[in-house]
């Protein structure tokens, strides 16, 4: 399995981006996905996850600013990230599991991307 996401870059505060996560070798027809971000010198923090009915979960600090959705027919996640702050600023990855129970925003999930980088300057 291999997740390969997309779509960070340096954007000014109050800007936007949509970063999208590709699946590879896996059908995403039940399971979960989920955003993470790892800031220097900072533990890696859950930011986002959906299952594959649509159920979603989201960090305090990025609800009502950040949507993850999915595309199951392209097997691709989406996370819509609006109002940036400096406090996003960081590595973002993209995780995927098929097991029995849903991590969440735990960082218990079984396969992970390399990760696209986020900046968002003040």
């Known amino acids: 399995v291999q997740l390969v996401e997309s779509g960070g870059g340096s954007v000014q505060a109050g800007g936007s981006l949509r970063l999208s996560c590709a699946v590879f070798?896996?059908?995403?027809?039940?399971?979960?996905m989920g955003w993470f971000r790892q800031a220097p010198g900072k533990k890696r923090e859950g930011v986002a996850g959906?299952?594959?009915?649509?159920?979603?979960h989201y960090a305090d600090s990025v609800s009502g600013r950040f949507t993850i959705s999915q595309d199951n027919a392209k097997n691709t996640v989406f996370l819509q990230m609006n109002s940036l702050e400096p406090d996003d600023t960081a590595m973002y990855y993209c995780?995927?599991?098929?097991?029995?129970?849903?991590?969440?925003?735990?960082?218990?999930?079984?396969?992970w991307g390399q990760g696209t980088q986020v900046i968002v300057s003040s």
């Open positions: 995780a995927a599991d098929y097991g029995l129970r849903d991590p969440g925003l735990l960082p218990a999930y079984k396969f």
């Open positions: 070798g896996y059908t995403y027809s039940s399971g979960y």
């Open positions: 959906i299952d594959s009915d649509g159920r979603t």
